[in-house]
């Protein structure tokens, strides 16, 4: 399970899936976090894993990726999603993000996913974002 705080101060495309879908807010957060999602597959950056897939909420990568994305941003493209591990640049779109550190070199294995993990995403308040470590 990994926590994620859906809110506009962390997920800039949130309120403009919403409305590219005529869905409220709450409705997207719903469809996001319901589904158990299957890892796919690791690649792009270290611990960046595949996950999928997410058909009620298919949306096109940015058509001009962002310079630089947090690490912990929770991310769509096509009918995947994902958490960023680390900061790096993207085009994927964000809704969210998740306080946990995804990949440390210090921990064994050092990746938090890997390949046929099951992912569940649970919405968390500011509160409980900050306290589990989430900034932003």
Known sequence: ??????????????????EENALSVDTVIDLHSD???F???????????YLGTTPKLAVPRLATPRSEVPAGSVALADQQTAVYPGPSPG???L?????LKLFNL??????????????????????EFRALGGSG
């Open 95 to 99: 809704i969210g993000s998740c306080p």
């Open 35 to 37: 589904p158990t999602y």
């Open 1 to 18: 399970m990994l926590p994620v705080w859906y809110h506009p101060s962390v997920a800039p495309d949130l309120e403009w899936l919403a």
């Open 91 to 93: 085009g994927w779109r």
């Open 39 to 49: 890892a796919y597959a690791t690649g792009f950056a270290p611990g960046f894993c």
């Open 106 to 127: 210090k921990a064994a294995p050092p990746a938090l996913l890997t390949v046929g993990d099951s992912v569940r995403f649970e919405p968390v308040g500011e509160s």
